[in-house]
Every structure is written in structure tokens, then in C-alpha cells.
């Protein structure tokens, strides 16, 4: 879907004088992928002339935006799903002081700290239940790394 609406709102064709309009520049930001200053362009579109056609072509805007998203989903990108959440989301440079994945970031390091305890945890009640049995798992979990690292 999104590459049919794409290659509809690509081929009106806009001359010299539209050439700097809101919906023009909405065609640009859709071609690059840049979805947020496409629906922006063509929710100004809206606001200043509103028309039929400006709400068609916002319609559309929001309907290739899922149609990528769709294809994104199906084809598993699931790290160029979230370069368009961030796409979306982050309007102005505050996002280069604080990125947006900082919370995941975090997140990273709390589920780290926290899965090495439970694993120490976890790892002295089996050898409370059976050391030597712990011992030799923890021999060949060993050398399983070695193997696969």
C-alpha cells in the first residue's frame, strides 16, 4: 500500500510556482521516508487550504506511513521500525543531548546487573543441593563457551 500512495502523490505534478508549496514538499519528505515532515507538510497543507484534495493527500501520507510500517513488520526490520518511532517522535535537537535510547540503554545494564545476580543466586542453591553434579555442569558450560563464543 504505501508504495502505491507513494508513487500517487509522486506523480501530481506540481509546477514553478507551486514548486516551494506545502504538498510539494510533502512529496519530497514521503520519497525520502521522512514521514513526520511529510504529514506535517500536509497537515499545513490542510490548515492553510483546506480542501478535498488536502485531506486526500494527508489520507494518503498516513496511509503510506502504515503501509511501510506493514512491509517493516513483515519483513522483521525491526531496527528500521524504530528509526521511524524516532522519526516520528523527536521533532527537535534536544534528542542529540538526550538521545532516545537511553531508556532501552539503561535498561540494558538493570536487566544485566540484575540477571548476574540471579544467575549467582541461582548457581549457589545448586550447589548447595549437589556440588559435585554443579561442578561438572559448570565444567562443560565452560568449555561450550570455549567452543561457541
Not at 26 to 50: N, S, T, W
Not at 101 to 116: C, N, P, Q, V
Request: proline fraction near 3%.
Amino acid at each position: 500500500m504505501g508504495l502505491v500512495v507513494l508513487t500517487f502523490i509522486t506523480s501530481v505534478p506540481v509546477d514553478a510556482e507551486q514548486g516551494r508549496s506545502n504538498l510539494s514538499r510533502a512529496k519530497v519528505f514521503l520519497a525520502a521516508g521522512d514521514y513526520r515532515h511529510a504529514i506535517e507538510m500536509c497537515q499545513k497543507e490542510v490548515e492553510e487550504a483546506p480542501s478535498a484534495d488536502s485531506y486526500v493527500y494527508l489520507t494518503y501520507a498516513y496511509h503510506a506511513l502504515n503501509g511501510y510500517l506493514d512491509h517493516l513488520a513483515k519483513t522483521e526490520q525491526w531496527v528500521k521500525v524504530e528509526q521511524l518511532y524516532v522519526n516520528l517522535a523527536f521533532r527537535d535537537l534536544d534528542a542529540l543531548t538526550n538521545p532516545p535510547d537511553i531508556l532501552a540503554r539503561m535498561a540494558k545494564e538493570i536487566i544485566h546487573e540484575s540477571a548476574g545476580r540471579q544467575a549467582d543466586v541461582s548457581a549457589a542453591m545448586a550447589a548447595r543441593l549437589n556440588e559435585a553434579s554443579t561442578a561438572r555442569l559448570w565444567k562443560q558450560q565452560a568449555a561450550w563457551r570455549v567452543a561457541k563464543p
